[in-house]
Each structure stands twice: as C-alpha cells, then as structure tokens.
C-alpha cells in the first residue's frame, strides 16, 4: 500500500491559480511511478487531469491543456499541479495517483472550489 497525500486545495476566483502537491510515503521506489491528477465534480465520473511517467513525460486533458502543468520532484516523492487561468469549471475534488504495473494508488482527494 503506498500512502499519498494531496494538499493545496481551496477556493479561488475565476482566472486565478492554485498549485496543489501530492507527496507520497517514504518507503517507495517514487521515481517508477506514473503519477497522475484526476478529478471529480459533483454528478460526473472521475477524469484524468494530467499525468508525468517515471520518463518524465507528460499528457493533459484537453480541457487543461495550456493552463494546467504537472511536474514531479523525485527526491522528495512528490507530484505538483500548477493550475493557472482556472475556471468555474475546474471546481472538483482533485485526486492524485500512483501507478506502477499492476498496481494503482490513490490519494484522499483535495477539493477545488473556483468562484467569485
């Protein structure tokens, strides 16, 4: 099992920014994992956000593309999403994601309420 707690949630006005930060436990190899970002607005199945390979690549959801980045720091075992340029329809718990062969994990989910 591989803890991940995600942080950085909040409220913000539309065209604002909030990064969120999802750090893993100690005991793990971080730097194999596939960390990904999904969330989940109220009534709407869970979407993939971003995601960044143990290559470091990474890929977006159309809707994000542009506005939201994800990097990782793996000496640390954390995964960030910049999100910039938010919009009322961001607002949804962001969950974060380990994945590793068989095997995902998730986070506890932080929520993102973007409104004036």
Request: hydrophobic share 35%.
């Amino acid at each position: 099992q591989v803890q991940l707690v995600e942080s950085g949630g909040g409220l913000v006005q539309p065209g604002g920014s909030l990064r969120l930060s999802c750090a893993a436990a100690r005991n793990i190899i971080f730097s194999i994992y596939t960390m990904g970002w999904f969330r989940q607005a109220p009534g709407k199945q869970r979407e993939l956000v971003a995601t960044s390979t143990s290559s470091d690549r990474t890929n977006y959801a159309d809707s994000v593309k542009g506005r939201f980045t994800i990097s990782r720091d793996n000496a640390k075992n954390t995964v960030y999403l910049q999100m910039n340029s938010l919009k009322p329809e961001d607002t949804a718990v962001y969950y974060c994601n380990a994945h590793f062969s068989t095997n995902a994990y998730w986070g506890q989910g932080t929520q993102v309420t973007v409104s004036s």
